[in-house]
C-alpha cells in the first residue's frame, strides 16, 4: 500500500466523495444521544443507504455481498465518509466488524445464507456476548454454562458490557460447553436471536449519561445446535478469530471521528477568550496541539501498514495491540487537552456558546471505554512485551 492515492484509487476516492456529498444530507438529524432505538434507526437507515449504493461490506468479499474492494479503497472510503460527516458504523459495530467476518471465516452455508446479506442491509443488528463479571481481561474464565440438551443448547448465566443489546437482534455469546476441561478448551460460539425467551437485557448507564451497554441475565435460553460456529468446545480459536477483527481494524473509524475532534478543538481554542487574546494564543497548548496532529497522521499511516500486512497475511499481532495501545493513550491526551482548553465549560455536557463543546467532554469520557473496551491497554501491553518482544511471560 502507498501513502499517496494511486490514479485507480483517486478515482474510486472521488467516486465516494460525489455520492456521500449526495447521501448525507438526506439523513435525518442525529438523534440525542441516550435515545438508542432513534439511534438504531438512523443507522441502520444509513446502512442502507451505504447497501443501495454498493458501499456496504467495502472490504467483505463480493462473493458474501460486498464490494470486495481492496484495503486501500476500503480505509479511502473510512476517510472520506468521516470528512462528509457520515455517521460512523454505530450499532452496526459488531455484526459488520466481527461477527460477519467470523461468519465468513468459520460459519457454516446456511449460517452466511441466513445472516450475512441481514448485517450488510442493517435489518440485523448484533452485540457481543464475550464478557461476563470475572472474565473480561481473563475471558477464559467465562462461566456461563449451555447445556446439550436434544438438538438445543439450554443456556444459564450472566453476561456484563453488551454493547447495544437493548437494541440487537443476535448476539455473538460464548459459553462454556465442558466445565471439566481446561479453561480454554470447554469453550463453545453461539448465534443467540436477542427474543428467544430466557433473556433478560437490564441496561447500564455510563459516566456519559447513557446506557450504551447492559447485562444479560440468560435463564435457560434454549439455542438449535445449528447455531453453533465451529465445533463444540472450540470456541477458544473462532474467539480469537473475531477478536483479530475487532483489535485489526475495528477502531479505525473512531480514530478518524478522534481527528476530527482535534480539529474541532482547535476552532474552539481560537475562539475561546482568555484574559488576554484567546487559548490558542497559548504557545504551550499550541505546541502539544501539534504533537497530538503529527501522531494522529502517524497512527493513520501505522493503520494503511498494518491493513497492507493483513492484505498479506491477517493483522500482525504487533499491528492490532500496537493500535489499540497508541490510540486508547492519545484518546486520553486529547481529551485533557480539550478540559484545559473549555475550562469550566467543560462541567457541562452540552455545546456552549454556539461552539460544539459537549462533543469534546463525551470524547474525554468516552476515552475510559477506548482504552478499556475490546481488551485493556494494560492487556495490549502484556501481549506485546510477551509475544512480540519474547520478554518472560507473568505468572499465571
Ligand atoms: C465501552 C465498552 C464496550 C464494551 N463492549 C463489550 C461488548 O459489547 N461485549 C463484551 O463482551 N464486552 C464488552 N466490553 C467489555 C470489555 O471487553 C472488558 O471491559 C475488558 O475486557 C476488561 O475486562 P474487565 O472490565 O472485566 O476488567 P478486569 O479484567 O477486571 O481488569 C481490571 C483492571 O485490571 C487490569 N488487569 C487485569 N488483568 C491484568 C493482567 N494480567 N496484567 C495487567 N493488568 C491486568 C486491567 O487492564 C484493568 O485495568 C466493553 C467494555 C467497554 C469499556
Given amino acids: 500500500m ?7 484509487d483517486a478515482d474510486f476516492r472521488a467516486r465516494a466523495r460525489a455520492w456521500l456529498a449526495d447521501a448525507v444530507p438526506t439523513l435525518a438529524p442525529e438523534p440525542d444521544p441516550t435515545d438508542w432505538p432513534a439511534r438504531r434507526t438512523r443507522d441502520t437507515q444509513w446502512q442502507r443507504l451505504l447497501f443501495d449504493a454498493g458501499y456496504a461490506g467495502i472490504n467483505w468479499p463480493a462473493e458474501y455481498g460486498g464490494r470486495g474492494a481492496t ?8 476517510e472520506e465518509a468521516n470528512r462528509a460527516g457520515a455517521p460512523d458504523v454505530g450499532v452496526g459495530f459488531v455484526g459488520q466488524m466481527h461477527a460477519g467476518p467470523t461468519l465468513i471465516a468459520e460459519g457454516t452455508p446456511e449460517q452466511q445464507d441466513h445472516h450475512l446479506r441481514g448485517i450488510l442491509t442493517g435489518d440485523h443488528v448484533w452485540c457481543q456476548g464475550f464478557s461476563e463479571p470475572e472474565a473480561g481481561s481473563d475471558l477464559a474464565s467465562l462461566r456461563t454454562r449451555a447445556v446439550r440438551d436434544g438438538d438445543h443448547y439450554v443456556i444459564s448465566g450472566q453476561k456484563i458490557w453488551t454493547s447495544h443489546a ?59 445446535v445449528t447455531n453453533r460456529v465451529g465445533a463444540e468446545n472450540d470456541g477458544w480459536r473462532v474467539a480469537n478469530v473475531t477478536l483479530s477483527f475487532e483489535r485489526g481494524t475495528g477502531f479505525v473509524g473512531e480514530m478518524l471521528e478522534t481527528t476530527r475532534l482535534h480539529g474541532e478543538l482547535v476552532r474552539i481554542a481560537r475562539q475561546t477568550p482568555r484574559a488576554s487574546g484567546t487559548a490558542w494564543d497559548d504557545v504551550g497548548l499550541r505546541r502539544e496541539f501539534g504533537a497530538l496532529a503529527a ?15 493483513g492484505e498479506r497475511g491477517g493483522i500482525p499481532i504487533s499491528g492490532g495491540s500496537g493500535f489499540k495501545l ?8 486529547l481529551g485533557d ?12 455536557f452540552d455545546d456552549i456558546g454556539g461552539l460544539p463543546t459537549g462533543a469534546q467532554v463525551h470524547g474525554k469520557l468516552h476515552g475510559f471505554g477506548v482504552s478499556t473496551g475490546g481488551g485493556t491497554s494494560q492487556i495490549q501491553q502484556n501481549i506485546l512485551a510477551e509475544r512480540v518482544l519474547g520478554l518472560p511471560r507473568e505468572a499465571r
Avoid at 502507498?2 to 485507480?8: N, Y
Avoid at 448507564?205 to 439455542?223: I, M, N
Avoid at 497508541?326 to 491526551?333: E, K, T, W
Wanted: net charge negative; charged share 25%.
Fill in 2 to 8: 502507498q501513502l499517496r492515492d494511486s490514479e485507480a
Fill in 71 to 78: 484495503p486501500t479503497e476500503h480505509l479511502i472510503f473510512l
Fill in 166 to 224: 437493548q437494541v440487537a437482534d443476535y448476539c455473538e455469546m460464548l459459553v462454556r460447553t465442558d466445565p471439566e476441561a481446561p479453561k480454554h478448551k470447554g469453550i463453545t460460539w453461539l448465534i443467540v436471536p436477542m427474543d428467544t425467551p430466557g433473556i433478560e437485557v437490564r441496561p447500564l448507564v455510563t459516566v456519559q449519561g447513557s446506557a450504551e451497554f447492559a447485562e444479560l441475565f440468560l435463564d435457560e435460553v434454549r439455542v438449535p
Fill in 295 to 309: 501522531e494522529l497522521d502517524a497512527l493513520w499511516a501505522f493503520t494503511k501498514r498494518n491493513v497492507s500486512a
Fill in 337 to 348: 487537552l480539550a478540559l484545559r482548553v473549555l475550562d469550566r465549560a467543560s462541567l457541562s
Fill in 326 to 333: 497508541a490510540y486508547g493513550a492519545l484518546v486520553h491526551r
